[in-house]
């Protein structure tokens, strides 16, 4: 932008000019408050506002020009008013004024924008002082007369204020400027009364605007001068608008009457002068539309400028289109060039004020493609200089704008947005796009479906790129010329601008373009990016070719390591190569001949000719800076390392088996090729040392073939024998080190190893020499740094040469390891185990080999997740656990010498497989070669080597059962015994038993056995645990009969019978259970298979939890079992109100039969007293039986009368059960609350006897 | 309609950023060299876009366009299985619909993993250690022209003038 006048780009804002302010006195510092005042008031309005290109801001400030209070305004005419023809005659400045620079046919001139911005006020304010009496102690006699003096004074220092003010504003007024008065007077004075008749006095006087033209300021701080800067400028404002609105309709109107009579314009012109052309209409409108564009933007109306700046342009662009407007290489017509790029410039920075980014970028485009075409008609098309520096200009200045914006507000807009645009704006586009709407939607539109990468706005660094390589085209052209010129080839005259274009330093200029576009790369590059900046680094090599091309080459240099490394590393060799190439050039300019030599060497690697189709030229330009150069330090080799990059030798080594045993030897290849496309057949390399991991020797191969014309083979084979770690001296061998176009030397032998260990190739080293050169290139196998080619493979046959893929992964090392030991593990033990038992397994170790070795058993229990408590454990010996056993040893067993020991297994809990992992270690102690030397190359650990170790392992899974099977089940009987009374004492006592209420049970107990082995039963016991709510009263056990304690075979059953007597106490709740007043133990072995028993176990469980029913209201019979004829019986009823709460009205009918067997007397029918919840009731018959044998009992009918809810008055009888005590057996209360019933007689039976 | 965009070249690089293949059928043929540079340049912004993508949990392949430079639009693309492919197409005024250049990165998408299933890329390779990347490398050496071909083939379809199949060989050496 530099290359533009700055009057044509800066954004343009209001000027005023103030007057009566000095600039700060050079020297010395000053305490006269008005002075300082002046000064403040000065910095305060100067500074608010910098000259700027990028201002987008519109906050009503003025572009402040201090000035002297008696500033003269240029002329307005040539003439002075007073002449007849100054109504016809122009301002210095147009084009009809023969004077004036633009004079006849120029359009607009820098220097016009400069009279309105430095030149031209549109408001002006001056600040004055006003007249003040010094503060002096006055005598109070002469008060009077001083105060008349002192008041006619003041009255006369106002008056020739006034005259002063009103000849400014004379001379303002003429160009319809505003005139505004700053007073400074002293803060006492505002406090005087009579300021505001002075102030009037002056105003009137002087000829002020009633509004906004008179203000006072006294000393004040700094934020108050601030706020009193914004005030006045405010109140200015309006005025300053006023003045270029006027300005605008004065060019408004001369443009309409322009427009009306075409060219009615008299040309005055200068008698003698040549007749010249004058100004087109076209010319007059750029012009008239132009002022209106700067006019409105000192008003800060962006689009009204906009719309004029276009206007102006498109004018422009018709001027152009005819080079009889505009004659090309004219000086109008340069000027007419700046005047356009400046006018996009403004166009570009208007859109992009308002963040219309995609538009200004179009017009930026349209610009160069417009002037791009008129350039081709101008004969300056893309063949020349001019063209390409005019357009790198258009790029710079582009750049540069950008570059102001995204200082201040421009942001730059990002084309990626994660969430895709929403289909239904797509469809719309679409829509809109077939049906051939062209709306003001459209462009909203396409929006929607994609964008014009042209009109993507991005950050300035691509522009100045642009530009730089807009610059280097010029450049080319440039030198073209150049050359021809020099040559004398030319017929025709260099090109106008030849002889300027000489003198600029082109490589200087692009070199700044490009470290600009570098900077800017850099910044944009996002901060969490990882550091790769691929950018910049292609800017950067642009910078190191600029810097070769003039001939900076330790800078290029530099920049070139720097670029390689990550080229090297992304193996991007497409990019790296013809970097190899000018980087060898710079090298070689630079005289670096280690440079030189690594470069060499690293494009052999890649393949890379320094002469184009000669293969060998890569390695003639070795040799010949070998030849005829001395390294730089003769005492150490040059070390060329090629681990980053690609290496000169493709390097693989292969093992024919991944693993091998001690001493057992193993083929290897190691084949070394030259790259495809280079020969490296001149090059002699002087040896090749192979390093081998661990105690290895490093194989030495000396070149043997120094004929350097003999014909080679496009595959080599060496053979390198049997190679195995001695104490010997490294080896050398022979072997003829040549390559030619892709050609490969295969390495073979076979290596073996005493030890077990990882054996591999590690490094090889090449050394050439030549001259005082001592070169060593150190490689690593299988160092083909791309993924995969190419692929290891073995040489089966040497001639022809037939290879076998190798597809294992670990082919390029081998494992050495140790004989495995021949150990037998032998588990006995008779499955299944059973639960509680301490169940044998037995370990046989035998050692069949034939050496001595030491055994170490472990044992592991693998947990189960059914054994959560840790119940199960295993011992060996004195150890337990319920896990691992570790390193219980066996001692050392001589060959052919078996042990054995028992694992003992107890599980306990659920019934699953136990795992046990049984694992029996053997290890030898190597005999200690004492003559083997401990060099610190070869760091081994004694207990790696010199131990051979091996492990057996067994995994067994042992079935675990229960021994035996256990059944129980309880009814329940009710009890005869009557409630306790409510006062009785002894229910308080602690020991008091009642089981009257719920009666007692009776558990039955079934063993069963299921060993499948048998077991032999010691003892069972019946382990009394009385409760508060059950105790028991006696078993079958109690009769003590020893001929169960037997052998149990499979399927053999014990029962047992217990009766528990149950309280009801009230701290028990219905439904909960009761826990078990006892337990069983059982104490067994296991009948071995060869007759004895094993160690005995037990095996305890309890009795059942009792779960007693509870009855309602109930009747229950008591019948004796058996009578005697004839002789009277007692039957006895007892009615229970069991129920909670209700009471019972109860009805008892003895339905006696003809039929029946007895005689009864008692009660037939009759309703018993009203039971209450609790209550019982008893009724007795007495029945003489007349039969002999089971005769059935009288029919008893029990019913209880009540009224049911919902049907009203009506008693319903509910016949309530009658229970034959003898047979009562109740099962107990299930999850629903329900009871099974026992077995019950249809009818209740006595057995009468004779 | 917006005119179909012309396309210069074509660029896949494998998720470690290695190139695999770089096709270019702008005319004139010599300024291949550029396209690699845009090609590796691209690999910054692509990088960026992703990590953009990935905070915001988007799982949008395309990436738009990811920079004009010169005479050059740039699109950038990543499978899912982050291979990235470039496409430069010719600049020209106009508005590049998204789905013309999404589909263009679709064919070539296809044209891609048509080739990388070739279970003959495998053949020799160290079974063990099958790993992928080694043949999407292979897929784009000079070994195999499958590749090529329908890369050239999409190429044609955009109206690029392809040379018959004669000199594939040596626009490429890796």
């Not at chain 1, 910098?50 to 400030?61: H, N």
């Not at chain 1, 100004?279 to 539309?289: I, K, N, S």
């Not at chain 1, 390097?651 to 496309?677: K, Y």
């Not at chain 1, 060496?718 to 490294?730: A, F, K, T």
Request: charged share 25%.
């Amino acid at each position: 932008m530099n290359s533009y006048p700055p009057e044509l780009l800066t954004q343009l804002a209001p000027v005023m000019f103030v007057g009566g302010l000095d600039p700060p006195p050079a020297s010395g510092k000053t305490t006269d408050p008005f002075v300082v005042l002046s000064h403040r008031l000065r910095e305060a309005l100067v500074n608010q506002r910098k000259v700027a290109v990028w201002q987008p801001e519109k906050k009503k400030t003025f572009q402040v020009v201090p000035v002297d209070k008696d500033v003269r305004f240029p002329p307005r005419r040539l003439i002075p008013p007073e002449h007849p023809d100054y109504a016809n005659a122009h301002s210095p400045l147009s084009p009809l004024t023969p004077s004036s620079p633009l004079y006849p046919d120029g359009l607009i001139a820098p220097i016009w924008i400069r009279k309105h911005t430095r030149l031209v006020p549109s408001v002006f304010v001056i600040f004055m002082r006003l007249f003040e009496h010094a503060p002096t102690s006055r005598a109070p006699l002469e008060t009077a007369e001083v105060d008349r003096e002192r008041e006619a004074e003041e009255r006369r220092r106002d008056t020739e204020l006034c005259a002063e003010i009103a000849a400014r504003k004379k001379t303002v007024s003429e160009r319809g400027v505003k005139l505004t008065v700053v007073l400074l007077a002293s803060r006492k004075l505002l406090d005087d009364p009579s300021l505001d008749g002075r102030l009037t006095y002056i105003r009137r006087q002087s000829g002020l605007d009633p509004r906004a033209a008179l203000f006072v300021l006294s000393p004040v701080s700094q934020s108050e001068i601030g706020d009193f800067v914004r005030s006045l400028q405010e109140a200015l404002y309006e005025p300053a608008i006023e003045y270029y609105t006027n300005h605008s309709k004065r060019v408004r109107r001369k443009r309409n009457r322009h427009s009306q009579v075409a060219s009615s314009y008299p040309i005055t012109q200068p008698i003698g002068s040549a007749p010249s052309r004058p100004l087109r209409p076209e010319g007059w409108t750029v012009r008239y539309e132009y002022k209106m564009a700067c006019f409105a933007e000192f008003r800060g109306e962006d689009e009204v400028a906009l719309k004029h700046y276009q206007d102006a342009y498109a004018s422009l662009a018709i001027m152009f289109g005819s080079t009889a407007i505009l004659p090309p290489r004219t000086k109008r017509w340069a000027e007419a060039k700046v005047l356009a790029d400046c006018i996009n410039l403004k166009i570009c920075k208007l859109y992009l004020y308002n963040n219309e980014h995609s538009l200004a970028l179009a017009h930026h485009n349209s610009h160069m493609r417009k002037f791009a075409d008129f350039s081709r008609g101008w004969g300056i098309g893309e063949e020349t200089f001019e063209f390409w520096s005019w357009l790198a200009r258009q790029h710079r200045a582009f750049a540069e704008l950008l570059e102001h914006g995204t200082r201040s507000t421009l942001k730059i807009p990002t084309h990626f947005s994660t969430t895709p645009p929403s289909h239904a704006a797509a469809a719309a586009a679409v829509q809109a796009l077939e049906s051939g709407q062209r709306g003001a939607l459209e462009l909203e539109a396409m929006r929607a479906l994609g964008l014009n990468p042209n009109q993507a706005l991005q950050h300035p660094g691509f522009y100045y790129y642009m530009s730089a390589r807009s610059t280097e085209r010029r450049r080319e052209r440039f030198l073209g010329v150049a050359r021809s010129e020099a040559e004398g080839e030319t017929t025709t005259a260099p090109p106008p601008g030849f002889a300027n274009e000489q003198k600029v330093d082109h490589l200087a200029l692009i070199l700044e373009l490009y470290t600009r576009a570098y900077d800017l790369f850099k910044a944009y590059t996002p901060k969490d990016a990882h550091g790769h900046g691929r950018l910049t680094l292609w800017i950067a090599y642009r910078i190191a070719q600029t810097y070769y091309e003039s001939g900076k080459f330790d800078l290029a240099v530099r920049f070139f390591e720097r670029i390689a490394k990550t080229y090297r590393r992304e193996q991007w060799d497409s990019l790296l190569r013809p970097l190899l190439t000018t980087w060898y050039s710079c090298a070689q300019q630079m005289g670096d001949m280690e440079l030189s030599v690594r470069l060499l060497f690293e494009m052999l690697g890649h393949g890379l000719k320094t002469q184009d189709d000669d293969e060998d030229s890569t390695q003639e330009d070795l040799l010949a800076v070998l030849k005829s150069s001395v390294p730089s330090s003769t005492e150490e080799p040059l070390l060329i390392d090629h681990s980053e990059s690609e290496p000169i030798l493709q390097t693989c080594a292969v093992f024919w088996r991944p693993d091998v045993l001690v001493g057992e030897p193993v083929a290897f290849q190691l084949s070394v090729s030259s790259p495809t496309g280079v020969s490296l057949s001149s090059l002699t390399f002087t040896s090749l040392v192979i390093h081998m991991s661990g105690d290895m020797p490093t194989i030495t191969l000396r070149n043997s073939s120094l004929d350097p014309s003999a014909e080679l083979p496009q595959v080599q084979k060496v053979e390198l024998d049997h190679i195995m770690p001695s104490g010997e001296d490294d080896k050398e061998v022979q072997a003829p080190l040549r390559f030619g176009v892709g050609g490969t030397i295969v390495f073979c032998g076979t290596v073996s190893c005493e030890m077990p260990a990882t054996v591999k190739i590690e490094k090889l080293v090449l050394t050439t020499k030549e001259g005082n050169w001592n070169i060593q290139i150190p490689l690593r196998p299988l160092s083909s740094r791309h993924g995969g080619a190419p692929y290891p493979r073995w040489l089966s046959s040497f001639d022809p040469p037939t290879y076998i893929p190798v597809r294992r992964d670990q082919y390029s090392s081998v494992v050495v390891r140790h004989r495995p030991h021949k150990v037998q593990v032998s588990v006995t033990y008779n499955a299944p185990a059973y639960i509680g038992e301490e169940f044998p397994i037995t370990v046989g170790v035998s050692n069949q080999d034939d050496k001595e070795m030491e055994m170490i058993v472990d044992a592991l229990l693998q947990p189960a997740e059914l054994d959560e408590l840790g119940e199960n454990h295993i011992r060996m010996g004195d150890e337990r656990s319920t896990s691992l056993i570790k390193g219980v040893s066996l001692g050392t067993i001589a060959p052919g010498v078996s042990t054995s020991m028992i694992l003992y297994l107890s599980s306990a809990g659920a019934v699953y497989d136990r795992v046990i992992d049984i694992s029996v270690q053997s290890h030898r102690e190597m005999p200690a070669t004492a003559e083997e030397p401990e060099s610190p190359q070869s760091p081994k650990s004694p207990t790696q080597s010199r131990i051979d170790r091996d492990e057996t392992i067994r995994t067994l899974v042992v079935p675990s059962v229960q021994p035996i099977s256990i059944e129980q089940h309880a009814v329940y009987m009710r009890s005869l015994k009557s409630q306790p009374g409510l006062a009785d004492l002894t229910t308080y006592e602690d020991n008091y038993w009642d089981d009257g209420d719920v009666g007692e049970a009776i558990v039955t107990t079934t063993i069963a056995c299921t060993a499948p082995s048998g077991i032999i039963v010691d003892s069972i016991t019946l382990t009394k645990q009385d409760g508060r709510h059950a105790k028991i009263v006696d078993s079958a056990l109690d009769q003590v009969m020893d001929d169960f304690l037997a052998e149990w075979l499979t399927g053999d059953e014990f029962c047992d019978r217990c009766r528990i007597s149950l309280a009801a106490r009230d701290d028990l709740p219905e439904g909960q259970d009761i826990p078990p007043p006892g337990s069983y133990e059982l104490t067994w072995r296991r009948i071995l298979p060869e007759g004895g028993y094993s160690t005995p176990a037990t095996t305890r469980f309890s009795l059942p939890t009792l779960r007693p029913p509870r009855d309602g209201l109930i009747a229950l019979l008591d019948v004796p079992p058996t009578a005697q004829l004839h002789t009277p019986l007692t039957l006895r009823l007892v009615v229970r109100n069991r129920q909670p709460t209700r009471s019972a009205n109860v009805v008892v009918h003895l339905e006696t039969d003809n039929s029946d067997a007895f005689i009864a007397a008692g009660l037939r029918n009759g309703r018993l007293p009203i039971l209450l919840p609790g209550a019982e009731e008893t009724v007795l018959w007495r029945l003489v039986p007349v039969e002999c044998g089971f005769v059935r009992i009288p029919r008893i009918r029990v019913a209880d009368r009540r009224t049911d809810p919902g049907a009203e008055g009506e008693l319903q009888e509910r016949i309530v059960r009658i229970v034959d005590v003898r047979a009562d057996e109740r099962r107990e209360v299930k999850e629903d609350g329900t009871v099974e019933e026992g077995p019950q007689l249809a009818e209740p039976v006595i057995l009468v006897l004779p | 309609m917006p005119p179909q965009p012309r396309l210069n070249a074509v660029a896949f690089v494998s998720p470690q950023n290695h190139p695999i293949l770089i096709r270019t059928f702008a005319q004139p043929r010599q300024d291949e060299l550029k396209y690699h540079y845009i090609a590796h340049t691209s690999l910054d912004v692509i990088e960026e876009r992703i990590a953009s993508a990935q905070a915001a949990k988007s799982t949008e392949c395309y990436l738009s366009l990811l920079y004009t430079m010169e005479d050059v639009a740039v699109y950038g693309y990543v499978t899912p299985l982050r291979v990235k492919i470039i496409l430069a197409l010719a600049l020209t005024d106009a508005v590049v619909r998204d789905i013309d250049v999404i589909a263009i990165f679709k064919a070539m998408h296809t044209a891609y993993h048509l080739s990388v299933a070739n279970p003959f890329l495998k053949v020799n390779m160290p079974l063990e250690s099958v790993n992928d990347h080694a043949a999407m490398l292979s897929a784009g050496s000079a070994k195999w022209k499958a590749f090529r071909q329908r890369v050239d083939d999409v190429g044609r379809v955009m109206g690029a003038s392809i040379p018959s199949s004669t000199s594939n060989a040596s626009t490429q050496s890796h």
